[in-house]
């Protein structure tokens, strides 16, 4: 399914839900960069993506990596027309508890990968790719977008004390 406008590969930002993932599979969504509000064209801000876990993976064993596969078709081209442009670390269950940000990566290094393509026809279409190794997950969920506004975090000392 082509997503709509918001930048969502899965769940839904409002109400906060996410998309279970057990076993390897694709994004429910594929993201087309020729509709502007895909990604937010023209804001003062550069997109990042993120992959945050909603409710915790769960399972005896398991690990997640999540690659960013691009396509200058929707995919409905060749059976291979989607391809690997980005992977995260492989990450261990004990990481991918409810509340954490799985995966954060700024735009700038995804474009910059778009633009060492030698391919005739550029990407278009984005979607993610869950890898689950060493599983299945027997629960979990995540949600993964393209986040268009500047998401700052201050990080205080724990157990600060005040005089």
Do not use: K
Not at 3 to 9: A, K, S, V, Y
């Amino acid at each position: 399914m082509l997503d709509g406008g918001w930048g969502i590969f899965d769940g839904s930002l409002n109400p906060t839900t996410g998309v279970a993932i057990t076993a390897t599979a694709v994004s429910t969504n594929v993201l087309d960069l020729m509709v502007g509000t895909d990604i937010g064209a023209g804001l003062a801000y550069d997109p990042e993506l993120h992959v945050d876990i909603i409710t915790s993976l769960t399972g005896n064993t398991g690990t997640l990596t999540v690659q960013l596969q691009c396509a200058p078709d929707n995919g409905s081209g060749s059976p291979g027309s989607f391809f690997v442009i980005l992977q995260s670390p492989t990450l261990a269950i004990a990481n991918l508890t409810a509340g954490s940000r799985a995966v954060r990566y700024a735009w700038p290094v995804i474009q910059g990968l778009f633009s060492s393509l030698s391919d005739v026809n550029p990407p278009r279409f984005l979607r993610l790719n869950y890898v689950v190794g060493s599983g299945p997950f027997t629960a979990g969920t995540v949600l993964s977008y393209l986040n268009v506004d500047r998401e700052e975090r201050l990080i205080y000392p724990s157990n600060f004390v005040t005089a």
